[in-house]
């Protein structure tokens, strides 16, 4: 992965065992959950261990970023998710963009609403 400035993380349990947990995150993520590389427009596979991560990247114009998600066991049905994330917001445009993705929570949002579903799929 690129070196990015972190951005943030944001993590939930999951009543699932982590290889059910790792089925609903790519039910969630991707397009084809039997393809890790079918992830979202806008975005890349980097990397998936499976069932513990699934690194995704991506970079436009305004800004270069990626969104790593992390499943570790907390009990024998039980995981926790965690995503973080980290990005670059160069010159005058990426500042306005970084504000309006960043400082309106709107990834907050999109974010932690990703991590319901995935707990909901689970």
Known sequence: MERLSY???HARSVDANRDRTWKALLEVVCKD??????????FVL???EEP?????????????YAL????D???PSTTRVRAR???DFPGPHGRVYKALVIG???HKVVVRNMLRRIAAAA
């Open 85 to 87: 994330s980290w990005a």
């Open 33 to 42: 959950p039997a393809d890790p590389r079918t992830v979202p427009t806008g």
């Open 52 to 64: 513990s991560r699934l690194a995704l990247k991506g970079r436009h114009w305004f800004s270069r």
């Open 68 to 71: 790593v998600f992390e499943l």
């Open 104 to 106: 309106s929570g709107g």
């Open 73 to 75: 066991d907390e009990g």
């Open 46 to 48: 980097d990397s998936a």
């Open 7 to 9: 951005i943030d993380e």
